[in-house]
């Protein structure tokens, strides 16, 4: 089993930055890719991004792709997100996951955290 618990979360202004993190603990290791979803009041889970377990490939949404980055410490066993220019349409409880680096990208983990809710205002 993996646990995973996001932080970071909070209420920014448009334009401005936020850092997510989501620190790992159980059975981690670091051959598990992983990934970043969101989840919108009334709308569906959304991929974000996912990076592979040795750090490359990031592999991000149209919709944060220039915007966003994902980065990982495999000695914190801790993934990031980092996220500039934010939108107002950003804001959504964010979630981290744990997987096969293919069904990440595909929509699917295997753990996930308990989201982090993450509000831009205009």
């Known amino acids: 089993q993996v646990q995973l618990v996001e932080s970071g979360g909070g209420l920014v202004q448009a334009g401005g930055s936020l850092r997510l993190s989501c620190a790992a603990s159980?059975?981690?290791?670091?051959?598990?890719?992983m990934g970043w979803f969101r989840q919108a009041p009334g709308k569906e889970r959304e991929f974000i991004t996912a990076?592979?377990?040795?750090?490359?490939?990031?592999y991000y949404a149209d919709s944060v792709k220039g915007r966003f980055t994902i980065s990982r410490d495999n000695g914190k066993n801790t993934v990031y997100l980092q996220m500039n220019s934010l939108k107002p349409e950003d804001t959504a409880v964010y979630y981290c996951?744990?997987?096969?680096?293919?069904?990440?990208?595909?929509?699917?983990?295997?753990?996930w955290g308990q989201g982090t809710q993450v509000t831009v205002s205009s």
């Open positions: 996951a744990a997987g096969a680096y293919y069904r990440l990208a595909r929509g699917t983990g295997d753990y």
């Open positions: 159980g059975r981690t290791g670091s051959s598990y890719a």
């Open positions: 990076i592979n377990w040795s750090g490359g490939n990031p």
